[in-house]
């Protein structure tokens, strides 16, 4: 979301550390320049003038001006102001320390309102926690029908009432979850297309009704300034107590994620970054500022990895690495395990450096599918062992795959280089890859 943002900022920081010296005149030139890539990433006006006039204040001073690497010292205090912008720390939901707990999402038609409810059932579900998911939208058609789908497919309990009304609903399946020893009570309340007054009617209803511990807005950051000003009006009339980014994968400009803390006051609680019910991450000011600056998020990454890799396995992997004994079999298993981990190009991102180094090149994830494909025509012994497979087998295995002869070939080449690189670094050979070095 955030691309052409970061293309911007690190073109002006490359020209602030090419001029070697820094001056009152070129810190004003380069926040010019960052004013104008925060608003064509249609961040909100008033937002952009508080930030540049922080930023200037921090630059404009002689720490910053006699510094040995002023282009460094102003990158680091655009990074520190950005984390400000977006809230400084990260705001956990509320506490599930009573039962039940109540969570109140609402949000107008399209935002991702009710996805964001079976997330948030699915995410305190792996958590050992027992969810309720209310249908309370009776209003958008098939609303309670896509509810029903969600909790049946993550094997979760769904609440509805036919022919009542949202906070009667509401209030009853509160009621329900007292006498069933329900820990968390997430209700997914009606939307419209716009803010209007009959919605916000009843909402205050649901929400006196049912006395919530958490009144979640989920905002389309695909709408930019548009989802500002829908967080603005809920947060006035309802009092939400969070807010929730839904679309942070997509292609917009990201100048809602930027500009809704800072406008509403409401700390942005949790990011939907994908499509999958898994997709569903805590917001961390200081890491996304990180991400837009192109420094990468590797805390993140680490936190993937050790939500969907088992660490003794991983380790038990490294050995197989070090020594040369992987096969196709460990192959096929480490990209099941990175697949649970979401899209490679947005994996690499969070790298520090990769962002840039793989600038304009795409991650061919059909390429990675081919493999698997070739390696799934093999039989297991042929993946044990592959200096089996001579040139019939490799026929067979093109023919069973889809694949030509010249596909599989180049698919044991490379993966007989890769095992000669980690037996390489098991003995110590490569410089800068110590033995060990993998482990985490």
Known sequence: MFDALSDKLEATFKKLRGAGKLSEGNIKDSMREVRQALLEADVNFK????FIASVQ???IGDKVLKSIEPGQQIIKIVHEQLIKLLGETAVPLAPIDKSPTVYMVCGLQGSGKTTLCGKLALMYKRKKKKPLLVAADINRPAAVKQLKVLADSIQVEHFFLEGKQPPEICHEAVKYAEKNFIDLVILDTAGRLHVDDELMVELEQVKKKTEPDEV???ADAMTGQDAVNVAKEFYERIDITGVVLSKLDGDARGGAALSIREVTKCPI?????????SDLEPFHPERLASRILGMGD???LVEKAQENINEAEAIKMQEKLLKAQFDFEDFLEQ???????GPLDSLMKMIPGAGKALKGVK???KGVERMVAIIKSMTIQERRNPLMIDGSRKKRIAVGSGNSVQAVNQLLKQFFAMQKMFHNMGKGKLKGFPRGAMRF
């Open 298 to 300: 590797i805390v993140s």
């Open 269 to 277: 609680k949790l990011a939907s970054v994908g499509e999958k019910l």
């Open 335 to 341: 990209m099941k395990q990175i697949k649970k981990m």
């Open 57 to 59: 204040e921090e630059a």
């Open 47 to 50: 937002v952009v003038k508080r």
């Open 216 to 218: 979640l807005l989920v």
């Open 363 to 365: 991650i061919d994830e």
